[in-house]
């Protein structure tokens, strides 16, 4: 442990020299069916590049098909959605998705488990990353003596370890107990705004989603029925071109 650590601290930061722009969405018209089941319904959403979007939603809205469709997942069978300005189609090398269960693999190390995540498997930058989400002493450990919260750690740096310029959330924080999930929430907010990556966090923890994003979208009968826009307590650029909405969810 202490000589990964060591290695570590030697390594070049990468959090300011490498942050990219985040990614532009736009969803048009889109329809998601699964046989006769209409999930999502001639659904529109832009996301200006670099925002931090919450959606929120009951059970079994759609809330997860729709982070499948804006990551190449899943299909539209009419509309379309557009990633950086070019037509979906598959899992881009530039967005990455993380789930609530951290969906490590057991057999491997902490540090290989991020080394998954970049090309090459660049051991320098998966320490790096390792760092970043404060688990570098652990780097040589198997995910299974780490805690729920740690596990999701490592599930971040596996997801940040490429540099994304799109990073999607389906409730990564939803299995975790209130004290982790807020540094964990933390965590997220502090990386987003020194990457720069666009955001979107699904939840169904709507003081989560006030306390991350600075606008919150609820998906209700496949399709988006409120689009708020978060007055933040922090300081931060919020000139993003979308409407402002009386809110009834927040
Ligand atoms: P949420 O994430 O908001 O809970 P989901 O997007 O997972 O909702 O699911 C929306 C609806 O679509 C649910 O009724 C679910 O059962 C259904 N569904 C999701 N994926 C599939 C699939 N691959 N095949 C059939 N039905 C699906
Ligand atoms: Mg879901």
Known sequence: QQQAQTVISGGTPTSTSTSTRGLQVEVRDAVVQFGD?????????????????????????????????????????????????????????????????????????????VRIGVPGGDRSKALDALELVGLADRAKEWPSVLSGGQRQRVALARALVSNPSLLLFDEPLGALDALTRIEMQQLIERLWQERKFTAVLVTHDVSEAVALADRVVLVENGTISQDTAIALARPREKDNGFTHYESSIL
């Open 37 to 113: 089941l209409t999930v999502l319904q001639k659904l529109e959403l832009s996301i200006p590049a670099g925002q931090f979007l919450a959606v929120v939603g009951r059970s079994g809205c759609g809330k997860s098909t729709l982070l499948r469709l804006l990551a190449g997942l899943e299909q539209a069978s009419q509309g379309s959605v557009a990633i950086g300005g070019a037509a979906s189609s598959g899992l881009r090398s530039d967005v990455r998705v993380m789930f609530q269960d951290a969906r490590l693999l057991p057999w491997k190390s902490v540090l290989d488990n």
